[in-house]
């Protein structure tokens, strides 16, 4: 676990509030993110993972969360991504560095807390 995901993710539980939904762009497949955090995620899968009951069939609506959260990846502007996050509760967003997103550069350089290419946006809910 890289430290400056760890520290990510101390940031978010320092300054979050305990009922704060969070997301991770790699949807936290370990549930380390959410672990750490204290927070309830959007969506935390592992498709790779073959102990999961669900195997052959995911939990209803969690295909079509998965879905989103990739079209989230592709929006260009920063209204849309915006309205996304709120549309779906998420308060905290943590990109991590090996993470592809379409975002624009202004919206990037927004993050509220940067360190080894791991960046934590806030949206106000």
């Not at 305990?18 to 497949?29: L, M, R, T, V, Y």
């Not at 995911?58 to 209204?79: F, I, Q, V, W, Y």
């Amino acid at each position: 676990m890289p430290s400056a995901l760890i520290k990510a993710c101390l940031y978010i539980r320092k300054h979050s509030e305990i009922k704060d939904i969070i997301q991770d762009s790699e949807n936290d497949p370990r549930w380390v993110i959410t672990g750490l955090a204290e927070r309830q995620a959007f969506v935390a899968f592992d498709p790779a993972r073959t102990d999961h009951l669900w195997k052959t069939r995911l939990p209803e609506g969690l295909s079509d969360h998965l879905n989103e959260l990739a079209a989230c990846k592709t929006m260009r502007d920063e209204t849309s991504l915006t309205e996304f996050m709120r549309r779906h509760r998420i308060s905290w967003y943590i990109l991590e560095p090996m993470s592809e997103v379409a975002w624009p550069t202004s919206f990037l350089e927004k993050a509220v807390f940067h360190r080894g290419g791991y960046r934590v946006f806030h949206f106000s809910q």
